[in-house]
Each structure stands twice: as C-alpha cells, then as structure tokens.
C-alpha cells in the first residue's frame, strides 16, 4: 500500500472522529462549583407568647395488676412469655382441671335424672287429675261416694307437692352444676385487660393457691406522664381542657396531649406538685420508666425569637437551621424552648428578627451551597392578607 493512500485513510478516521471529540472536551469541563439548592424560606420574627416551663417527669403505665390465681391447682399450661401482648380475657394459664372435669360430668348427669324424676311426677300429677274429674261425675250420677271423691282430691295436692319438690330439687342441681362450670373457668387464668406481660411468677408445672400471682402486666394502649411541677404554677395547670406539650427523651419526639389530673399533695421538702398527663400509645412505643420533659404554661407573656417548625433539623449536635447569608446557605446553632402553632421559640447568639431560613429544600443542603428562592413564605402571608376595608365618609353639604 502507497504512502499516500495510506495517509488519506488516516485523514477520513480523524474527519470521523472529531466531533467526538468536540462532545468528550465539553463534557470534561469543569462545572465552576455546586448548583444553586431549590429552597422556600421563611423569616425569623420576634412574637409575643405566653412563656412556657420546662418540667421534667417519667412515663407510668395507668394500670398495673398482679393477675392471680381464683382456684388451687397445678399449672398444666403456661401460655405466656415476658413481653407477650394479650388481649383482654385471652388464657393466660390454665390449671389442671380434670378433677374437676370429673365434677362437673357427674352435676350434669345429676341435673339430668332430677329432671326425669319432675316428668314422672309431672305425669302422676296429671293421672290424679283425670281421676278426680271421673269420679266428680261419677258422684253427679250417683255412682261414686264423697269419700272416693275426697281421697282423689288429696292425691292430686300430694302430687302436686311431690313435683314442686322435684322441680325444687332440679334447681338445687342446677345451681350445683352453675357452681362447678365456674369452678372449671376459674382453672383458666385469663387477662383482665388489654396489655403486655412483664413478669411471670410462676412456671408449668408449680402448684398455685387462690389468690397466688401468676403474671405481671401492664396496660400500654394509653401511658401517663408524672411531671413535677412548681407549686406556684399549678394553677395554671387546672385549666378546663388543657393540652400541653411533652417531649419524650427516648424517642426524641414532642406530641400534644391532655392534662388529666392533678394529685392533691404537694411534697414538702421541693414544694412540688404532680400533674398527670395522658398519652395515647398505638404502636406501644411508649415505656414506664422513659423519662420526658413537659412545657406547663406559667402566665403572663414574653417576647420570644420564633422560626418555622420546618426550619429546625436536628443531628447529634442538637438543633440547627439554614439562613440565608448573602445568596448562600449558612449554619446557626439554635436552642429550642417550645412550639406555638407551627412556629418554634428559640434561643440564638446569631439569628435575628427579619434573617430568611430555608424551610424546604434544607434536608440536603451544605453550608455554602447557593440559593436560589422558589417563594418567601413571609411575603406570600402579607400578600393574602386582607386588605383593610375602606371607609366611606358621607359627603358633606355646602348649601344653606
């Protein structure tokens, strides 16, 4: 192959190959730095609310019960374990009943034989009857004495007698058998509520008296918070229907929840008081024991530092938000103290009143990174705000 036809090949595969490498070249370029975050943001603003205390307290299940024996035996079945959830009237336990099983066939049997014994009499009863009426004609015709007469009718009340007593004896079995069914139910240890087992106290196999305590359990559905209150501020406390705000330290959440009492003694030496609040558990995620932290109102009112509940994210440092810092996002530590509404009171050594905090798109965002604002949530509010309504004055007459 020539010199020359070796080039024009080489000449047709760079003409191929160029745009290629045009495309690889754009491609390669650097980006000039991270693209600009996608956020909303909302202002930090300075509210007058009413200033809330930080209580502490501990979660306690609302009912607590050693479930005990209600007959004498040995436990033949142990049905369940620590931590099991029981629906109320689910066995716990079961005793050994065949002595009593015994019982109550032969109860049973007994009601049944009483009962034919009514129908023979019941039958007897009858057959008086129909005699005395024969023998009542009989004595219109002349042809049976006052006497055959009188002796029917005593055999009829005795018969009637004889079956009021076996009908008597009936119920008496009855009764007896009622008692040995009871008996056998009671040879099953069944939940008197709804809740989770946190001890056993007895294992298959040991022998229980009525009255000895088979599990321990608790009722989980709702827990109550104790928290300790200054006895200044109870009183506030003793408002119709007031809900309050806990947080619970394990779980790191905050939720609503009513005030349900408050324990009439106060302790002496802290000057305390005790309000008692009610939370529901659903999911059982809620333990006796964990501690948690309730905000009582106190009176009065303050003014507070408030940003969006949105604007708050949370890492193993504590509470921190994004603001906008000149078109790029930058970081200020903020302590927080209590929710009103969807605003959060806070403390902060940078924020001030009027500073914009990213409130959507802040999950991904850096410190640096710039901003480029979809909506001021601030302005949005002052824009639906109503307009005051004019007033019209009427107009005035100049004439005489």
């Given at each position: 192959m020539s010199l020359r036809s070796i080039g024009m090949k080489m000449v047709r595969r760079l003409a191929l190959a160029a745009p290629l490498l045009a495309c690889g070249g754009a491609l390669a370029q650097p980006s000039g730095g991270p693209p600009p975050a996608m956020v909303r943001v909302d202002d930090v603003r300075m509210e007058s609310l009413?200033?809330?205390?930080?209580?502490?307290?501990?979660?306690?299940?609302?009912?607590?019960?050693?479930?005990?024996?209600?007959?004498?035996?040995?436990?033949?079945?142990?049905?369940?374990?620590?931590?099991?959830?029981?629906?109320?009237?689910?066995?716990?336990?079961?005793?050994?009943?065949?002595?009593?099983?015994?019982d109550v066939a032969r109860a049973e049997a007994e009601v049944r034989r009483r009962e034919g014994v009514v129908e023979e009499r019941r039958f007897r009863l009858e057959k008086g009857e129909r005699d005395l009426k024969r023998l009542i004609d009989l004595q219109a015709r002349a042809s049976a004495s006052q006497n055959e007469v009188d002796d029917a009718r005593t055999n009829v009340g005795e018969q009637r007698a004889r079956l009021q007593q076996a009908e008597?004896?009936?119920?008496?079995?009855?009764?007896?058998?009622?008692?040995?069914?009871?008996?056998?139910?009671?040879?099953?240890?069944?939940?008197?509520?709804?809740?989770?087992?946190?001890?056993?106290?007895?294992?298959?196999?040991?022998?229980?008296?009525?009255?000895?305590?088979?599990?321990?359990?608790?009722?989980?559905?709702?827990v109550d918070v104790w928290l300790s209150?200054?006895?200044?501020?109870?009183?506030?406390?003793?408002?119709?229907?007031?809900?309050?705000?806990?947080?619970?330290?394990?779980?790191?959440?905050?939720?609503?929840?009513?005030?349900?009492?408050?324990?009439?003694?106060?302790?002496?030496?802290?000057?305390?008081?005790?309000?008692?609040?009610?939370?529901?558990?659903?999911?059982?995620?809620?333990?006796?024991?964990?501690?948690?932290?309730?905000?009582?109102?106190?009176?009065?009112?303050?003014?507070?530092?408030?940003?969006?509940?949105?604007?708050?994210?949370?890492?193993?440092?504590?509470?921190?938000?994004?603001?906008?810092?000149?078109?790029?996002?930058?970081?200020?530590?903020?302590?927080?103290?209590?929710?009103?509404?969807d605003r959060i009171a806070i403390r902060s050594a940078i924020l001030q009143p009027g500073m914009k905090l990213v409130v959507e798109g802040n999950e991904r965002l850096f410190p640096g990174q710039p901003l480029e604002i979809l909506e001021d949530l601030s302005e949005t509010r002052e824009a639906m705000r109503p307009a005051p309504a004019s007033v019209t004055h009427p107009s005035l007459s100049l004439e005489r």
């Amino acid at each position: 192959m020539s010199l020359r036809s070796i080039g024009m090949k080489m000449v047709r595969r760079l003409a191929l190959a160029a745009p290629l490498l045009a495309c690889g070249g754009a491609l390669a370029q650097p980006s000039g730095g991270p693209p600009p975050a996608m956020v909303r943001v909302d202002d930090v603003r300075m509210e007058s609310l009413e200033p809330l205390r930080e209580t502490t307290g501990d979660l306690r299940a609302p009912r607590r019960s050693f479930v005990a024996a209600e007959a004498t035996g040995r436990i033949a079945e142990m049905l369940v374990q620590e931590g099991d959830f029981i629906e109320a009237g689910e066995p716990l336990a079961v005793l050994d009943s065949r002595l009593v099983r015994l019982d109550v066939a032969r109860a049973e049997a007994e009601v049944r034989r009483r009962e034919g014994v009514v129908e023979e009499r019941r039958f007897r009863l009858e057959k008086g009857e129909r005699d005395l009426k024969r023998l009542i004609d009989l004595q219109a015709r002349a042809s049976a004495s006052q006497n055959e007469v009188d002796d029917a009718r005593t055999n009829v009340g005795e018969q009637r007698a004889r079956l009021q007593q076996a009908e008597a004896e009936v119920e008496v079995a009855k009764a007896e058998l009622s008692q040995l069914r009871q008996r056998l139910d009671d040879m099953t240890v069944a939940a008197p509520f709804s809740g989770s087992v946190v001890a056993k106290r007895v294992d298959l196999g040991e022998w229980v008296s009525d009255g000895d305590p088979v599990v321990e359990m608790l009722a989980l559905e709702n827990v109550d918070v104790w928290l300790s209150v200054p006895q200044a501020h109870l009183r506030f406390a003793s408002r119709p229907d007031l809900v309050i705000q806990i947080r619970i330290d394990a779980t790191g959440e905050t939720v609503e929840a009513p005030v349900i009492g408050i324990l009439p003694s106060i302790d002496p030496m802290s000057r305390m008081g005790t309000v008692r609040v009610r939370l529901e558990n659903p999911d059982l995620l809620y333990k006796p024991g964990m501690s948690a932290i309730g905000f009582m109102p106190t009176g009065g009112r303050e003014d507070f530092l408030t940003v969006h509940k949105d604007a708050v994210l949370r890492d193993d440092g504590g509470s921190y938000v994004y603001f906008n810092n000149e078109g790029v996002a930058a970081v200020a530590r903020v302590n927080t103290r209590f929710a009103s509404g969807d605003r959060i009171a806070i403390r902060s050594a940078i924020l001030q009143p009027g500073m914009k905090l990213v409130v959507e798109g802040n999950e991904r965002l850096f410190p640096g990174q710039p901003l480029e604002i979809l909506e001021d949530l601030s302005e949005t509010r002052e824009a639906m705000r109503p307009a005051p309504a004019s007033v019209t004055h009427p107009s005035l007459s100049l004439e005489r």
